[in-house]
């Protein structure tokens, strides 16, 4: 699968548990979720903020944690096809976010 490009964020990407959260940010289970919550018009990381914290803990609720999540987001739904709609978009249940992106699914290139 894709490997994370960290850019900003490699201070805590290089971690054990930067490497833990990509594994998880990339599981089959979590593809599923953020597809299913940009289907439905949702932000994608509103899907996955239970498994998120059960996994981490409070610790994922630091804010820079929670901005490498959401760049891990952008890059695993960049990779499935998708392509960023907006940022700042309210999340209904506020678990862990308030704000997400939203993804739209590229269109394949029409052509002869």
Do not use: C, H
């Not at 700042?88 to 678990?95: H, L, Q, Y």
Request: hydrophobic share 40%; net charge neutral; glycine share 8%.
């Amino acid at each position: 699968m894709l490997t994370f490009d960290s850019g900003s964020f490699s201070d805590l990407a290089d971690t054990p548990m930067g490497v833990d959260l990509w594994s998880l940010m990339t599981s089959p289970e979590s593809l599923i979720r953020l597809e299913t919550a940009t289907y439905l018009g949702r932000p994608a990381i509103e899907a996955l903020q239970p498994q998120l914290l059960e996994a981490f803990g409070e610790v994922i609720r630091e804010n820079r944690w929670k901005q490498v999540t959401g760049a891990m987001a952008r890059q695993v739904m960049e990779y499935l096809g998708y392509k960023f709609v907006r940022s700042g978009v309210k999340i209904k249940v506020k678990d862990l976010f308030s704000t997400g992106a939203t993804y739209s699914k590229q269109s394949a290139p029409t052509g002869a």
